[in-house]
T-cell receptor, first 114, second 114 residues
Framework: DAGITQSPRYKITETGRQVTLMCHQT?????MFWYRQDLGHGLRLIYY???????DKGEVPDGYVVSRSKTENFPLTLESATRSQTSVYFC?????????????FGEGSRLTVL | AQSVTQPDIHITVSEGASLELRCNYS??????LFWYVQSPGQGLQLLLK??????LVQGIKGFEAEFKRSQSSFNLRKPSVHWSDAAEYFC????????????FGQGTELSVKP
């Protein structure tokens, strides 16, 4: 089915472990984003990508790494997870070129770091 | 600094009553404005967006919003709320030169009484 999918939907890990959250979209959208959602903060941008092999930091990038070797995939890696990274992570994509447009969101990945 | 403020963290309305959710923004450029809705355990879905032109915009599910530049506001309204409208609502702002990056408010949780 067309759309944007995230995996895993739920993940429990321990402090210090590496975790990778996957994001896949079937629209061939150029732009992809990772947000985290925390109570009282709304959604905050972690990283974004304008195209394959082009990524840039958002508002809260520390502790995260991204890559984008293919247009359709945008994985987010926590190299050494900390409790403060317990959150719900949303991947989004957009086809915009040169102007703001609609973001299409995945269903989220709920990560708990013990 | 660029920011979006949703003053009401939680609102409860009776089914059939009217609804207004407030959104104020602070943004240096001409803003593009969005309202998204999030049902429990789901991703975010676009309700409506304002880019330019008519300051009263219509969205899905019977929602509308009015852009008031002088008040830096983009309030969301619905004349008659349905129980299925219970969800969290996010206001977001972006601009043509921001590559699709949106700044989100903290969200307003809407409860609907029978």
């Amino acid at each position: 089915d067309a759309g944007i999918t995230q995996s895993p939907r739920y993940k429990i890990t321990e402090t210090g472990r590496q975790v990778t959250l996957m994001c896949h979209q079937t629209w061939s959208h150029s732009y992809m984003f990772w947000y985290r959602q925390d109570l009282g903060h709304g959604l905050r941008l972690i990283y974004y990508s304008a195209a394959a092999d082009i990524t840039d930091k958002g508002e809260v990038p520390d502790g995260y790494v991204v890559s984008r070797s293919k247009t359709e995939n945008f994985p987010l890696t926590l190299e050494s997870a900390t409790r403060s990274q317990t959150s719900v992570y949303f991947c989004a994509s957009s086809s915009l070129v040169g102007e703001a447009g609609e973001l299409f969101f995945g269903e989220g990945s709920r990560l708990t770091v013990l | 600094a660029q920011s979006v403020t949703q003053p009401d963290i939680h609102i409860t309305v009776s089914e059939g009553a009217s609804l207004e959710l407030r959104c104020n923004y602070s943004y240096g450029a001409t803003p593009y404005l969005f309202w998204y809705v999030q049902s429990p355990g789901q991703g975010l879905q676009l309700l409506l967006k304002y880019f330019s032109g008519d300051t009263l915009v219509q969205g899905i599910k019977g929602f509308e919003a009015e852009f008031k530049r002088s008040q830096s506001s983009f309030n969301l309204r619905k004349p008659s709320v349905h129980w299925s409208d219970a969800a969290e609502y996010f206001c977001a702002v972006g601009a043509w030169n921001q590559g699709g990056k949106l700044i989100f408010g903290q969200g307003t949780e809407l409860s609907v009484k029978p």
